[in-house]
Every structure is written in C-alpha cells, then in structure tokens.
C-alpha cells in the first residue's frame, strides 16, 4: 500500500464509537422500553403455498392484556421497494412458511406471544414451487398470477405476465451468435447454491408511535431511514414531514437491515391502538424465516476463446431465487447482469438474468449485492477454462483482466479514473499466497494442501439520484459537531467521515464530535447505507461543508485581519495569513462570530452546509443494457489455501488472502478489518451456510442450533490484507467504497482450492465434505 501524504486520511485513527462499544454502554433499539409501551407477536404462515380460507380470532381475544389484532384484510394492498407485490399481512393467500399473517397487539410480550399462538389460521394448501427451475417451467404453478398488474416503483423490473418471472434484465453487447462458431475453445458449466440467512448479532426490531398531532415516530436498526418514510407516505399515505425516523447504532447488518418490512406492521399495530407506541422485535427463528434472506441462485456460464486464451464470447444465465416476493432481488437481478462478466474484458456478451418467485423466504440484499454469487460462477468457469487450455489460471486471468480502454458489458466506457488496477491486485495475491512453490503440496499422513485464486469487482449499484448531505456546526471552543445520515451498523463509516473532515480542515481529529444516532428531523437526507457507497457519498457532501465553513470563516477572518479573504488559510485550530502564518485568528474567536474590543460584532455561529448527488449515471436500456450504472469500478483479488484430508474430505482453511484497490484508504485499520470480516462471511457462505427446504417448502433448520455458520476455529488460521491505491479522481481524497469486497471472492477461491484437492468440480454451495465426497463419487460433474 502507497504510503499517505495526508495528515489524518490514510492513518489507523481508533474507532470513534470504541470506547462505548467495548464498555457495553451503546444502546440499540431493544434495549429501550417506555412505560405503556405495547408489544406486538406475529401470527405467521404454516404453509409454504396457501389460500387463506378463514382467520378465527376467538381464543386470542381472550387472553388478558390484548388490545388489537390485526389482519390483512385491514391493509390489503401491496408494497415494495422496486415492484409492489408484497402485502404486509397476507391476505387471500400465503406465499411462503412464515409469512406473516396476523398481528397480535398486548401489553406485554408474553400475552402477545400467547394469544398470537391461538389465532387459528384455516388454509387449503396449494402446489409449492421449490426450486427456480421449476419455477422456469412453461406449466410451472403460478405464485403470482396478476404480476404483470403490479405497480412499478422503479421503471427497470421487467415481470412477465402468465410466468414466475418477477423481472428479466437482459445485457446484449457485440455479437455472440456469429462469434461463437469461431471459437476455437468452448466450455460449459451450471452452479447452484440455495438461500441463507444474514446472520446479524441484533435481530430486526421497531418501535412505532403516532403522536396526538399525527407525526409517525419510527425507532429501527435499518440502514434506510429515508426509505422507512418514503414508503409510509407512498402506500400508506402518510405525510413525509410527518415521519420521523431515529436510528442507534446497528448490531450488524450486512444488507439484511436495508429494506423495510417490520416498520409498515409496527406501523398498522400503533394504528390499531389509537397510536400507542408498539415494539415489534423479531425471535431469532421469525429473523431467520420471516424476515427477508440472502438468494439463492442457478447459473450457467459458457465461454468462448482463443487457442492462446483470450476469451471473445460470453454468455450467462441466471436463475434468481427471489422467493416468494422481488424486495430487493429485482435490483439484485440487475446487479448481477450489469456486472456479469466479472473484471473481464470480452467483446460480445449475451446474459440474461431472471429475478425468479417460489414459496421460499423472500429475499433483499446481501453484502456484495449479487457479486459474491456471480463471481463463484464466474471464476469457477475461468478455472475450469484453464485446466481446458492446459494454462495456469493466473495466467488467463491476466490476460483477459479488464482495464482503461475496455468497456463494461453495458458498455460503460473504462478511465484510469474510474476503474482499478486489476492486474496489480491479482500479481500481489499471488504473491501473497505464495502460488509459484506449488499450487498443490503434499504434507503426509493423508493430507494436501491446495490454492484456490479469484478476481473480483463490483460497481456501487446505486439509484442514479442518490445522494447525501451534511451539516457542521462550530462550538464556542472551536471544535465542530458533524451530522450525517449514514449509519453505523459497524463498519466504522463515521469514524471515516470523521477523518475526512478533519484533513478538510487541517484540524485533529479530537476535534471532530460526530453524532452517532441518526434523526431524520434534523440530519440531512441520504439515500441508504447500502452498496458501499456511504464513504463516497457522505465522504464527498462532508467535504462540501467543510468548503462552505471555511468560507465563512474566511469571510470573518479576513474583517478581523483586514486582508482579502484570497491571503487566508485554514488550519492547525486557526485562520491564518499565508505570507505570514503567524498572523491569524483561533476559529474558537469566530465560532459563533468575533466580537471586537468595541462591542460590535460580525459574522455569527459557523455552519458548513454540503450535500453531494450521483453525476452523469443512467437507467439501463430495457433490451440491450447500455447505459452508465455505477461511478466507478472497484477491483481486486483473492486466494485461499487449504489443507485437505483425502480420507474423510474433511478441510481446514490456512490462509485468506485480500488485494483491494479501493483507490485513497482513508482508515487502513478500519479497511483492513473490513476486509477480514468480509473474507470470514463470505467463507461461511461458501462452507457451510445454506437453508434447507423439505417438499412443502418448509425450512428444516430455521434456527442457530441447526443452522451451520463457519463457527469459532473454524476460521483461517491467517488473514493476509493488502491494498494497492489506484485514487478515484470523483471519491473523497481518491478513496472508492469497500465495504462489500471482502466477501466477494470468498466463495470462488474456496471452490477452486478444494476443486483442486479433491480432483472434482465443484460447482455447488456449500461446500461441506459430504457435498464434496458425492461429487468426487460421481466422477466429478
């Protein structure tokens, strides 16, 4: 990594929220209560696939202490982010196990819970899609059979009519018909993997209320506060002035918080009750089952190449599985065909991506946001394109890794601005791992140990508006208070925004207060936390006012120096003369504006007002795909080596290896990290992680007992982090987003490294011994 040339970006600043986190003194939304709070229980489906015949209420509304009971027939209209085909509460019909049905409002959690478990639900059960290719099937039953009538909340979701398709996103580049007859080498393989859950420490909980003068006040772990009000006034018609939503900090998240579906529930309880406040806190099993999940996928890469290996033809398809509504699979689904190449050059491109229904938990966004799933099936296919053209497999990734000059598959043209360093990444990991003393090596006693490499890179998927602003405002000490919509869900994005403000100002960071909790009523409007774009967006708004703030302090200054604010700088907790830096005046004396010896005063109280919106992005063209999605592209590269048991297939991780080009690091502790928790998920992933559906379409295993994350041990015994520093000229101080990468790779470096072990293909996740014993008795296919 380039050694930094600023001050405070580019230095391990300790964490801003530490010294609270470590002493258990952060509060998140459940550790509050308020008397005369209500508690409100789920009745949820027992069926995958379901018409609702009748909902009796009468035990329930015996047990003490409930106040409401609230069916779908009170709200029965749809919602969602991208296509509204989600009710609240079911209504008609179930579409999944574990949808929510009926909500059961008491004063306290157990009577909640009590009465919820008396609400007799009569259904007449209905054919379960189970899987996405029989959801693909012409006769296929119908989960949603009025889709094509459904309301489009952003114009790029593409549902057919008649089908379980909720959205086809096509990408047409070049020619692939006429290319492909003259290829001299083609290869072809499918890969699968099932949903899974985020995982996250902090179940998803609420509280809402609405007050006398009809104000809606939100409390919720979410990563999308403005979403939270955008969809209460969209479908629910709520005022946005009349929502207010605060946010504490997040135990964990990692996209599973993005989206909105506990607030609109909590939202109809308050209303039930005249207004009262209502908590609404999912179990463990309900947020795993209830609550919207991780996709899963089948997909099939062909490639088509040169004798010497260069790859002019590629053609994808994937198989979403959406579950039982799009949520956020929808743009999930264009995520992973605006980005389906990987970090690949090839010419003529033909993909296309279907966002799939079946009766599974309906999906939204997973760190990565389709990139860590497109990237196992890519870079199992470059792997396996290598064995085929006998060329080791860095090799041919060298040769085809994508740079300046080349094009997106939507035809995004690439600048050394907007695209890292990919070659560079993927020559340092393979330093890294030491890939040219052997890519397999024999240790005794039954064992090997392999390598597995992959290339990645994903863009920041964002609305082509998104935005963020900021606001400082100056204490009489000089210090400066930050405020931001970005939220801390752990990733350590203030402590950044800190260190961003601080280098803007010249200033040390124990100058820098930043509120942590966010409140819509006073913090400036942000998109969401989502797609690693908070560092950028927030990163760039945060400088804006920085800019503004010292303009006014210039302007202060310049009276009191009796200079043109042209000689002025800003630094060091002053305002000084540029010819003569001794000559100057503390910020703290024109904080709240400068008071002469004579009484009179000018200026008044500092406040830095910046915001900053996405420039010169486009919507994608419904049947080609041309168009601009993302401001930049953020590349790199990872391994893994493992050691193989050849006995019991059995495998221990050693070493992960990272090489990011995040352009500008602005915290390279905090990036470091990052990088190590994502490589941990997206391990976990790729091992063990996966829900099990039995043939009705019930998760068998909707708990952490039988649930199986990589566990603590399990873990690589060494984590290898490295950055090269390609700086984006748009990002703050050159930085991109990184927050997603470490998870991208993960999977397919796994895959390549026990595909290597144990001899056999392995296209299928996870990849638990007995998946990988299987397959090596198959013959390997």
């Known amino acids: 990594m380039k050694q930094s040339i600023?001050?405070?970006?580019?230095?391990?600043?300790?964490?801003?929220?530490?010294?609270?986190?470590?002493?258990?003194?952060?509060?998140?939304?459940?550790?509050?209560?308020?008397p005369g709070m209500l508690h409100a229980k789920l009745v949820t489906s027992t069926q995958a696939h379901a018409t609702i015949k009748?909902?009796?209420?009468?035990?329930?509304?015996?047990?003490?202490?409930?106040?409401?009971?609230?069916?779908?027939?009170?709200?029965?209209?749809?919602?969602?982010?991208?296509?509204?085909?989600?009710?609240?509460?079911?209504?008609?019909?179930?579409?999944?196990?574990?949808?929510?049905?009926?909500?059961?409002?008491?004063?306290?959690?157990?009577?909640?819970?009590?009465?919820?478990?008396?609400?007799?639900?009569?259904?007449?059960?209905?054919?379960?899609?189970?899987?996405?290719?029989?959801?693909?099937?012409?006769?296929?039953?119908?989960?949603?059979?009025?889709?094509?009538?459904?309301?489009k909340i952003?114009?790029?979701?593409?549902?057919?009519?008649?089908?379980?398709?909720?959205?086809?996103?096509?990408?047409?580049?070049?020619?692939?018909?006429?290319?492909?007859?003259?290829?001299?080498?083609?290869?072809?393989?499918?890969?699968?993997?099932?949903?899974?859950?985020?995982?996250?420490?902090?179940?998803?909980?609420?509280?809402?209320?609405?007050?006398?003068?009809?104000?809606?006040?939100?409390?919720?772990?979410?990563?999308?506060?403005?979403t939270i009000k955008k969809v209460l006034n969209q479908f629910f018609n709520v005022s946005v002035g009349d929502v207010v939503v605060?946010?504490?900090?997040?135990?964990?998240?990692?996209?599973?918080?993005?989206?909105?579906?506990?607030?609109?529930?909590?939202?109809l309880a308050s209303k039930a009750v005249g207004g009262k406040m209502v908590k609404l806190q999912y179990e463990r099993e309900e947020d795993m089952i209830t609550a919207p999940c991780h996709i899963g996928l089948d997909a099939t890469i062909k490639f088509g190449a040169t004798k010497d290996g260069k790859i002019i033809a590629g053609h994808y398809t994937f198989l979403i599985d959406s579950g039982a509504y799009t949520d956020q699979a929808a743009g999930i689904t264009r995520a992973m065909a605006l980005d389906?190449?990987?970090?690949?050059?090839?010419?003529?491109?033909?993909?296309?991506?279907?966002?799939?229904?079946?009766?599974?938990?309906?999906?939204?966004?997973?760190?990565?946001?389709?990139?860590?799933?497109?990237?196992?099936?890519?870079?199992?296919?470059?792997?396996q394109l290598a064995k085929q053209l006998k060329m080791d497999s860095i090799e041919l990734r060298t040769i085809n890794?994508?740079?300046?000059?080349?094009?997106?598959?939507?035809?995004?043209?690439?600048?050394?601005?907007?695209?890292?360093?990919?070659?560079?990444c993927l020559q340092r990991a393979k330093e890294m791992i030491a890939w040219d003393k052997g890519i397999q090596v024999d240790v005794g006693e039954g064992k090997i140990r392999t390598k597995?490499?992959?290339?990645?890179?994903?863009?920041?998927?964002?609305?082509?508006?998104?935005?963020?602003?900021?606001?400082?405002?100056?204490?009489?000490?000089?210090?400066?208070?930050?405020?931001?919509?970005?939220?801390?869900?752990g990733q350590g994005t203030k402590t950044a925004l800190a260190q961003i403000l601080a280098e803007k100002l010249k200033m040390d960071m124990k100058q820098i207060h930043v509120t942590m909790e966010v409140n819509t009523q006073y913090d400036p409007h942000q998109w969401r936390t989502v797609a690693s774009s908070s560092t950028f967006l927030a990163g760039r708004a945060v400088i804006s006012a920085a800019e503004n703030a010292i303009k006014q302090m210039k302007k202060t200054a310049s009276s009191v120096l009796q200079c043109s604010e042209e000689d002025l700088e800003v630094g060091g907790g002053r305002v000084y003369l540029k010819p003569d830096p001794g000559y100057g005046v503390d910020i703290k004396?024109?904080?709240?504006?400068?008071?002469?010896?004579?009484?009179?005063?000018?200026?008044?109280?500092?406040?830095?007002?910046?915001?900053?919106?996405?420039?010169?992005?486009?919507?994608?063209?419904?049947?080609?795909?041309?168009?601009?999605?993302?401001?930049?592209?953020?590349?790199?590269?990872?391994?893994?080596?493992?050691?193989w048991d050849k006995k019991n297939y059995t495998y221990k991780i050693l070493k992960a290896v990272t090489v990011l080009d995040g352009g500008t690091i602005i915290n390279p502790m905090l990036a470091t990290q990052q990088m190590r928790s994502g490589m941990y998920l997206g391990l976990s992933f790729a091992s063990s992680e996966s829900f099990i559906f039995d043939e009705a379409g019930v998760p068998l295993n909707p708990d952490l007992r039988n649930y199986q994350m990589l566990r603590f041990g399990e873990q690589p015994s060494e984590y290898l982090v490295d950055f090269i520093e390609t700086p984006a000229a748009d990002g703050p101080f050159g930085a991109r987003g990184i927050g997603e990468y470490g998870v991208i790779g993960m999977a397919a470096a796994l895959a390549n490294g026990l595909s290597e072990a144990a001899q056999a293909e392995l296209n299928q996740l996870p990849l638990t011994p007995e998946f990988i014993w299987k397959t090596k008795k198959e013959g390997g296919k």
């Open 340 to 383: 389906c190449t990987g970090p690949y050059n090839i010419p003529n491109v033909w993909c296309d991506a279907y966002c799939m229904y079946t009766n599974h938990p309906f999906a939204t966004s997973f760190r990565g946001y389709a990139h860590p799933e497109l990237t196992f099936a890519v870079e199992r296919t470059m792997e």
């Open 452 to 489: 597995g490499i992959s290339l990645f890179w994903k863009t920041s998927t964002t609305a082509t508006n998104a935005q963020a602003g900021a606001v400082l405002t100056f204490e009489a000490d000089g210090t400066v208070n930050l405020n931001c919509a970005a939220i801390e869900l």
């Open 54 to 151: 009748s909902i009796d209420l009468t035990e329930a509304w015996k047990v003490p202490g409930v106040r409401a009971i609230v069916t779908g027939d009170v709200f029965p209209y749809h919602i969602g982010p991208i296509l509204a085909d989600r009710p609240p509460l079911a209504f008609q019909k179930v579409r999944y196990y574990g949808e929510p049905v009926a909500i059961v409002v008491a004063d306290s959690e157990y009577q909640g819970k009590l009465a919820a478990s008396k609400v007799k639900v009569n259904y007449e059960p209905l054919p379960v899609v189970n899987s996405v290719q029989q959801a693909f099937q012409t006769d296929a039953p119908l989960i949603h059979e009025h889709s094509g009538q459904y309301t």
């Open 589 to 643: 004396d024109i904080a709240l504006g400068y008071t002469f010896p004579n009484g009179h005063a000018i200026g008044g109280q500092i406040v830095g007002v910046g915001s900053h919106i996405q420039r010169h992005l486009t919507p994608m063209d419904k049947e080609t795909g041309f168009g601009k999605p993302g401001p930049w592209w953020s590349v790199g590269a990872q391994a893994i080596e493992v050691e």
């Open 154 to 226: 952003i114009d790029n979701v593409y549902p057919v009519s008649g089908t379980n398709i909720g959205s086809h996103i096509k990408i047409r580049k070049g020619d692939v018909g006429a290319i492909w007859a003259n290829c001299a080498e083609t290869i072809s393989a499918s890969y699968s993997f099932n949903l899974s859950d985020h995982a996250a420490i902090e179940t998803r909980s609420t509280r809402v209320e609405i007050n006398p003068e009809g104000k809606v006040i939100v409390h919720s772990c979410t990563q999308s506060p403005y």
């Open 6 to 34: 600023h001050t405070t970006v580019g230095k391990a600043e300790k964490r801003i929220d530490v010294v609270e986190k470590a002493r258990g003194k952060v509060r998140y939304v459940s550790d509050y209560a308020v």
């Open 401 to 424: 890794a994508i740079k300046p000059g080349n094009t997106t598959p939507t035809q995004t043209v690439l600048t050394a601005n907007n695209i890292g360093d990919t070659e560079k």
């Open 246 to 267: 605060h946010v504490p900090l997040i135990g964990g998240a990692f996209g599973g918080k993005g989206t909105v579906q506990l607030e609109p529930l909590a939202y």
